[in-house]
């Protein structure tokens, strides 16, 4: 659960870096602050052998309310949650399952995994054919993949 909840915070934490106006000391505060606020959040939602269950519960989510355990974090560093709001993606959900951390920016995003750690029984983890894909997208700032539609036209 440490690893997985680490790799979490860390993410927010260079979400944050990037935008910008929040010293290192601060931003490794929060993280840490976030890190305690999920291991006693999770404390009794974590079920390695069956990852899945409690998996809403342990759904950060940002969208037009910011998650409390986040907000929480940022308050200890002095952050208000106005200002949150204005440095981190409008819409981000990051699940955090044993075994695997993953997010989706936007409504219609790619879900992108952070960690994939191995699963109960020691095998190794599958590859993650769509990391690069999901780090550019982030990189390049695009809160959604473009939304393509098919059209087609039947005439008499």
Known sequence: MRTEIAAAAAFLSRLLRAAGGIGEEQLRCFR?????????????????????????YRCIRINH???????????????????????????????VDPSEVSYRIG??????????????????????ESRSSCKEQWRAGRSSPAKSYNMMTVSS
């Open 65 to 95: 309310q910011m998650d409390p355990l986040v907000g929480k974090a940022a308050g200890m560093i002095g952050l208000s949650r106005e200002r949150l709001f204005q440095l981190l993606p409008s819409e981000l959900t990051l699940w």
């Open 107 to 128: 409504e219609d995003g790619s879900i992108c995994v952070l960690y994939e750690g191995p699963p109960p029984g020691g095998k190794a983890p599958k590859p993650l």
């Open 32 to 56: 840490e602050c976030l890190q305690e606020a999920l291991r006693e959040h999770y404390r009794h939602h974590w079920f390695p052998l069956v990852p899945s269950r409690g998996s809403g």
